[in-house]
């Protein structure tokens, strides 16, 4: 199994949907999880962090991680077109520099 | 705000040619991180750094060397570049040492490397 899991996608939802990316992860990852956003030919840009079990919210982004089942999630609420892009999930051990990043859901947002 | 920097944006090197990617942040990280990023393959590690002079093997390093003589530099050296090193580089640094769980890793622009 890998350390991060995602589903590539596409995932496609209409504008001002609620998107949701899910991202699985292994006992080999326990502290601390990321959401990335990629553009086409653009760099990963960090969209939010979460440590906790529960939800975290930011404007349009919440996160959601439940240590228990081992996933970690992104909400994406009114999603525009310009929220088309790839999303990269990422843990991290404690105490570990190294990062386990997913392979990305691709999200299409239609006007 | 982080910034990290990339030598270049787009480079094309033929086989064989020793090829030197550069990466600089500027905000005292203590770590940094060279990737290599292909379709469906996702983000695979080559070599981080903790500390200036310090390395360490990522996932695949096989046909990769690093040097990190100062803090705020890393380098990625392609000792004779071959077609299948043909690629996106992507270089992030990281704050801190082992301890800080929010530590988190921004990453450069890229270099998307062809090599003919």
């Known amino acids: 199994q890998k350390e991060v899991e995602q589903n590539s996608g596409p995932l496609s939802v209409p504008e001002g949907a609620i998107a949701s990316l899910n991202c699985t992860y292994s006992?080999?990852?326990?502290?601390?999880f990321f959401w990335y956003r990629q553009y086409s030919g653009k760099s990963p840009e960090l969209i939010m962090s979460?440590?906790?079990?529960g939800d975290k919210e930011d404007g349009r982004f919440t996160a959601q991680l439940n240590k228990a089942s081992q996933y970690v999630s992104l909400l994406i609420r009114d999603s525009q077109p310009s929220d088309s892009a790839t999303y990269l999930c990422?843990?991290?051990?404690?105490?570990?520099?190294?990062?386990?990043f997913g392979s990305g859901t691709k999200l299409n947002v239609k006007p | 705000d982080v910034k990290v920097t990339q030598s270049s944006r787009y480079l094309v090197k033929r086989t064989g040619e020793k090829v030197f990617l550069e990466c600089v942040q500027d905000?005292?990280?203590?770590?940094m991180f060279w990737y290599r990023q292909d379709p469906g393959l996702g983000l695979r590690l080559i070599y981080f750094?903790?500390?200036?002079?310090?390395?360490e093997k990522g996932d695949i390093p096989e046909g990769y060397s690093v040097s990190r003589e100062k803090k705020e530099r890393f380098s990625l050296i392609l000792e004779s570049a071959s077609t299948n090193q043909t690629s996106m580089y992507l270089c992030?640094?990281?704050?801190?040492?082992?301890?800080?769980?929010?530590?988190?890793?921004?990453f450069g622009p890229g270099t998307r490397l062809t090599v003919l």
């Open positions: 992030a640094s990281s704050l801190s040492p082992l301890a800080d769980s929010t530590d988190t890793q921004y």
């Open positions: 006992d080999r990852v326990s502290q601390s």
């Open positions: 979460i440590y906790s079990n």
């Open positions: 990422a843990g991290r051990k404690y105490n570990f520099n190294k990062f386990y």
């Open positions: 905000m005292d990280h203590e770590n």
């Open positions: 750094s903790y500390d200036v002079k310090m390395k």
